[in-house]
């Protein structure tokens, strides 16, 4: 089972500022790396897939990058709405598929 | 419009059996596997398994092989996850979510909370 490690575990930041968070695969997972956003109360909702190809409908502010075992998560000047739990996924070539632990993005 | 309705809050026994269930619609029912999310209370997400509704083919992470079945209804467009014996460590919200071989889980269900406890 590929072990996707995320770090930091909170962020804590002030709105305007940008956010960097890191995910690091135990195997190489290619580029077949998600993020995801999650709201109290609400479902997880697609940010990143591919590594870097944006979602339908998410805001520039978001990008993505890595390949192999490293992906970053880059949030480009965080709004208001931004506060929330972010995830990575990896479904690399054959399940099962995983989640990274989560980082807390956290208004200071 | 893609929607995935889930059923509502269950509370039960443990030792109990349990069937929820993910109704989709607005796509090919076919066109897109299902995959089941757990997210324990103040945790993360856990990725359970997934199904494929063209042939019904099922596959587990194995943390959750043997536990829980995924089943689906191609005449009702709608994909199940059922415990024949729930533990109080059931208790969570869970997740119907679906993808396709571009893109992963890119619609989601609202959530089924489960509560298991004597």
């Known amino acids: 089972e590929i072990v996707l490690t995320q770090s930091p575990a909170t962020l804590s930041l002030s709105p305007g500022e940008r956010a960097t968070i890191s995910c690091r695969a135990s195997q190489t997972v290619y580029n077949y790396l998600a993020w995801f956003q999650q709201k109290p109360g609400q479902a997880p909702r697609l940010l990143i897939f591919d590594a870097s190809k944006r979602a339908t409908g998410i805001p520039a502010r978001f990008s993505g990058s890595g390949s192999g075992t490293d992906f970053t998560l880059t949030i480009g000047g965080l709004e208001p709405e931004d506060f929330a739990v972010y995830y990575c996924?990896?479904?690399?070539?054959?399940?099962?598929?995983?989640f990274g632990g989560g980082t807390k993005v956290e208004m200071k | 419009e893609v929607q995935l309705v889930q059923s509502g809050a269950e509370v039960k026994k443990p030792g109990e059996s349990l069937r929820i269930s993910c109704k989709s619609s607005g796509y090919d029912f076919t066109s897109r596997w299902i995959s089941w999310v757990r997210q324990m209370p103040g945790k993360g997400l856990e990725w359970m398994g997934r199904?494929?509704?063209?042939?019904?083919?099922?596959n587990y992470s194995p943390s959750f092989r043997g536990h829980v079945t995924i089943s689906n209804d191609k005449s009702i467009t709608t994909a199940y996850l059922q415990w024949s014996s729930l533990r109080p460590s059931d208790t969570a919200i869970y997740y119907c979510?679906?993808?396709?071989?571009?893109?992963?889980?890119?619609?989601w269900g609202q959530g089924t909370q489960v509560t298991v406890s004597s």
């Open positions: 199904i494929d509704p063209s042939d019904s083919y099922a």
């Open positions: 979510t679906t993808e396709t071989p571009v893109t992963p889980f890119d619609y």
């Open positions: 996924l990896q479904r690399s070539t054959r399940p099962p598929i995983t």
